[in-house]
């Protein structure tokens, strides 16, 4: 693939940083390296010592004075080495890309780290996306990937959705504005979805849709971007196969996020995607961010390290255990107080409801206003449209931190305050 044609002026003008890859160099060198090239300041003057995490199991994650003064230092922009090495084959495992055995020209499997997956997306949309260019979703979508995109000056175009995700259908009939063999300037060069769990919808692209969608970007030629940070919450197994495990060009960039599973406040993401592009990705973490804080690296690290593939797994069904109840908990209530005045689809993952109001034209109002007066929060429905001032009659409810009981009595202020609205 000619990865050159999707890159924004500013992504082509970046260079690599010289002190970055000195940094990476000196990472893979011996410790008889004496190295007097690094800025890096001297972790004998920082005032942390040592640390030691007590897991829910009992057992500790130990930070001794070598291992802190390492935490506390800068390191590669791609990550530590023995992290990605671990979500390498992790990723092998339960995507099994065609890419992995690519090579680098071709678009070999990379990842990197990145400072949650937001960080991911904003980097990625930084490095395709020109003003005037138009990329394809599927909204209602995540609130933060509009307020990434919109300020870049792209024409955002909806593609047609349900409970199943995106509709092939209506992305072929979208597509046709374009002719596939006269690419232009407005050929869409992108398309982001999220397949799993969607936020807000809750909505999960079936095998056969994902298919049928990348045969499209293979006719148009455009990339896609597979954000998932509800991969691993599934509720049913076998989980779902992905864009990436079906990438047999070296078009599909993943964003996964351990926020979900392991900690939302490590800030722990990854981008996982041909090395051409993966690697220009590395170049704008390095002219901002310029790595993930390595101690929270190092943290996640020993942890994977010591439970292992299997014992990581393990971790994802007691997590996915207490969402599916949670889940369980909001629908049943949903049907007790809910089913005259809404309605709503049951999701597969994450953890959304995504609710439509009968009788109601748009929430914004009602929410904002009202709700606050019966004690009872949830998400205006529009925030999530590529026009957020459009009346919605939708609203989404979270079911991840309230109890069982805190949800019930949720639905019923709810339901009082549907029926004075109507």
Same mark, same amino acid.
């Given at each position: ?18 002190i970055r890859l000195l ?9 008889? =390296? ?118 870049? #000056? ?11 995700g995106m509709i092939p259908?209506? =992305? ?18 992108? =398309?982001?979805?999220?397949?799993? #769990? ?175 007066e019966k004690e009872v929060? =949830? ?44």
């Amino acid at each position: 693939m000619n990865y050159s044609r999707f890159l924004t002026a500013v992504s082509a003008a970046r260079r690599p940083s010289p002190i970055r890859l000195l940094t990476e160099l000196q990472q893979r060198s011996p410790p008889t =390296l004496i190295s007097l090239a690094g800025g890096a300041p001297n972790p004998n003057t920082f005032p942390f010592h040592s640390a030691s995490i007590k897991m829910k199991n009992g057992e500790t994650i130990e930070f001794d004075g070598t291992m802190m003064k390492r935490a506390l230092q800068y390191s590669g922009s791609y990550g530590i080495p023995e992290l990605i090495s671990w979500m390498k084959e992790l990723q092998k495992r339960l995507h099994d890309p065609p890419t992995a055995s690519f090579s680098p020209e071709r678009g070999q499997m990379e990842m990197c780290v990145t400072t949650g997956s937001q960080e991911g997306l904003c980097k990625v949309f930084e490095m395709l996306v020109n003003p005037g260019d138009t990329v394809l979703l599927d909204a209602p979508t995540y609130s933060g990937t509009l307020a990434a995109l919109q300020p870049l #000056g792209c024409n955002i175009v909806n593609v047609p959705s349900d409970q199943y995700g995106m509709i092939p259908d209506g =992305l072929r009939d979208v597509l046709a504005q374009w002719d596939s063999h006269k690419p232009d300037s407005t050929t869409p060069k992108v =398309l982001y979805t999220i397949p799993n #769990g969607g936020n807000p919808t809750g909505a999960s692209m079936t095998l056969e849709r994902k298919q049928k969608v990348y045969e499209l970007a293979r006719k148009y030629d455009f990339l896609i971007i597979e954000d998932d940070p509800y991969y691993f919450l599934q509720f049913q197994k076998p989980w779902a196969s992905t864009f990436l495990s079906l990438d047999v060009d070296g078009r599909v960039i993943r964003t996964d996020s351990f926020s979900k599973i392991l900690s939302s406040g490590l800030r722990i993401g990854f981008v996982t995607g041909p090395k051409p592009l993966v690697d220009r990705v590395v170049l704008h973490i390095q002219a901002s961010t310029m790595h993930t804080s390595t101690f929270t690296q190092l943290m996640v690290s020993q942890l994977l390290h010591s439970w292992g593939q299997e014992g990581f797994l393990k971790h994802i069904d007691g997590v996915v255990e207490f969402y599916r109840a949670q889940r369980n908990a909001m629908l049943s209530s949903a049907d007790k107080w809910l089913k005259d005045v809404a309605e709503w689809h049951a999701p597969a993952a994450g953890m959304f409801l995504w609710i439509k109001l009968k009788g109601i034209k748009d929430t914004q109002q009602l929410i904002m206003e009202k709700a606050l007066e019966k004690e009872v929060l =949830l998400v205006p429905g529009g925030v999530f449209n590529i026009h957020s001032s459009e009346p919605c009659p939708y609203v989404r409810a979270a079911f991840s931190l309230s109890t069982p009981q805190q949800l019930d009595e949720a639905f019923k202020r709810l339901s009082a305050l549907i029926k004075e609205a109507l």
